[in-house]
């Protein structure tokens, strides 16, 4: 298991030492997504947030649901090397498991290889702690690292990074729902960059990214004044085009850059309409390698 990394740092996504009297982005998502770990400041935004927005938990639902989805697209591929940035709170929680709580990571890989090399990093260190405890025990051995994502170089030249994954074969990065929670358009391009250029040819960036591309525009307007007034956040919902320049001149694997539910044909939530999931999913590959460079 890593050790938690307790650098005194401020983030812009995900502010740090949040009371229970002001709203988290953390806390919140897990409020829509059905979890316990929230306050009474939380719930009330959740509300308001949903009074918004009426798609809002379905499209939280969506997001949730896409994660292990890509995990295991990505192991049959052959990857074995996991970093999971924004983790966010762990889906298993201690009076356990709920019916519609999504796998771990490790868990979705488990079918397919073992000792996978899994990795996840959340700049709030409550959430990181959470992940931490649950973690301990899951086939994999899965570590967590509390850092900031927009210190990149930081975050992958720390031993826990250094120390668990091999940089002669190709790494699958995860970032699900975590920068639109960064509003610094250059801080977050200058982040992707310095991870694009640090993967291994053949690597993986699995990006989900809210985005007013696919409703009237003043429902991510709306949520992004809900999230300003009431929880002093920056959430900077962007357009597919940005998304697009996130990821560099790396190919996307099929079906590209599409509504989180259209990326998975056959899946239930694949017949949502597609503003339903109010954000972009899409995988780029790094070339340089082929897929059997990942085992």
């Known amino acids: 298991m890593c050790r938690i990394c307790t650098r005194d740092a401020r983030s812009e996504y995900a502010p740090w030492g949040r009371s229970s009297r002001q709203p988290c982005p953390a806390r919140v998502y897990n409020c829509l997504t059905g979890g316990v770990e929230s306050y ?3 719930r009330a935004l ?50 356990g498991r709920r019916r519609h709580d999504p796998p771990l990571i490790s868990e979705v ?20 702690g959470q992940a931490e405890s649950v973690m301990a025990g ?7 690292l509390c850092a900031d994502l927009l ?7 720390h031993r826990d990074v250094a120390g668990r994954f091999d940089l002669s074969r190709p790494i699958a990065v995860l970032l699900h729902d975590v920068l639109p929670w960064a509003g610094d358009d250059q801080g977050v391009a200058d982040a992707l960059a310095v991870l694009r250029d640090w993967l291994p040819p053949g690597s993986a960036l699995s990006i989900t990214h ?3 591309d696919l409703d009237d525009p003043t429902v991510m307007a709306r949520l992004t004044a809900l999230w300003a007034e009431e929880a002093a956040v920056a959430f900077r919902p962007r357009r597919g085009t940005a998304i697009t320049a996130l990821l560099g001149d790396w190919p996307l694997m099929s079906p590209g850059l599409v509504p989180t539910a259209r990326w998975h044909p056959g899946h239930p939530k694949h017949a949502q309409p597609a503003l339903a999931s109010r954000a972009y999913a899409a995988v780029a590959i ?9 085992a």
Do not use: W
């Open 40 to 42: 009474e400041a939380d």
């Open 210 to 212: 809210a985005t007013s």
């Open 109 to 128: 890989l488990a079918p397919f290889q073992t000792g996978a090399a899994v990795l996840h990093v959340d700049v709030d260190p409550v959430v990181a």
């Open 151 to 157: 210190h990149m170089a930081e975050l992958l030249d």
């Open 46 to 95: 959740a509300e308001k947030l949903i009074g918004a927005d009426g798609l809002l938990i379905m499209a939280t639902a969506i997001n949730q649901v896409h994660a292990p989805l890509v995990v295991r697209a990505l192991a049959r591929r052959g990857f074995s090397q996991f970093l999971d940035l924004g983790c966010g709170y762990p889906p298993l929680l201690a009076r």
């Open 138 to 144: 899951p086939s994999g051995n899965p570590g967590v």
């Open 286 to 294: 790094k070339p340089g390698a082929s897929p059997s460079s990942a």
